[in-house]
T-cell receptor, first 113, second 113 residues
């Protein structure tokens, strides 16, 4: 069985500050890992994905995430927050050969002007 | 690439009624997924298709739920005898292969009166 834990249901950062959203996963096989962003009343947009290539993954909008097997983590970061980053962020895991995504409960990011 | 399209965007119905949602995936995507998202939670997997074949169904998909993808293109999700607990956002996603990321539609929000 696979699962994802997102620490912190709400995170607030000042505009221009570092964004760090935490994700820990559990998987019995090497996982595929994803970060998605959701704006109000919209679907999910893929930010980035890890599929066993480079452990540091760069995504859209200046976001990146680092896969750390020893810590079973896949935290999302962005050096400088922008007001447009305010949204809900979901970490998800998928086992190889099993395409369904298992999502965390999400982290709502608020940007303080 | 016009994206994944879901209709209707909103559906309000009385308890006990049947409802049907439609999803049009990105053209040539052979995989199609349905998820359900309740307030404050991450999406939960319901079922997925490869072309017209339904390959996996979650335990969440009770016998009141049925999904079809008759020609391997669009898909429908029907809920019979709706219950209060069916109130949620129903998300559809598609992908080209199992290794490619899933692209989500904006969802259908179901409200049960």
């Amino acid at each position: 069985a696979q699962s994802v834990t997102q620490l912190g249901s709400h995170v607030s950062v000042s505009e221009g500050a570092l964004v760090l959203l935490r994700c820990n996963y559990s998987s019995s096989v090497p996982p595929y890992l994803f970060w998605y962003v959701q704006y109000p009343n919209q679907g999910l947009q893929l930010l980035l994905k890890y599929t066993s290539a480079a452990t540091l993954v760069k995504g859209i909008n200046g976001f990146e995430a680092e896969f750390k097997k020893s810590e079973t983590s896949f935290h999302l970061t962005k050096p400088s927050a922008h007001m447009s980053d305010a949204a809900e962020y979901f970490c998800a895991v998928s086992e190889r050969g099993n395409e369904k995504l298992t999502f965390g409960t999400g982290t709502r990011l608020t940007i303080i002007p | 690439d016009t994206g994944v399209s879901q209709n209707p965007r909103h559906k309000i119905t009385k308890r006990g009624q049947n409802v049907t949602f439609r999803c049009d995936p990105i053209s040539e995507h052979n995989r199609l997924y349905w998820y359900r998202q309740t307030l404050g939670q991450g999406p939960e997997f319901l079922t997925y298709f490869q072309n017209e074949a339904q390959l996996e169904k979650s335990r969440l998909l009770s016998d009141r739920f049925s999904a079809e993808r008759p020609k391997g293109s669009f898909s429908t999700l029907e809920i019979q005898r709706t219950e209060q607990g069916d109130s949620a956002m129903y998300l559809c996603a598609s992908s080209f292969t199992g290794d490619q990321p899933q692209h989500f539609g904006d969802g259908t929000r179901l409200s049960i009166l």
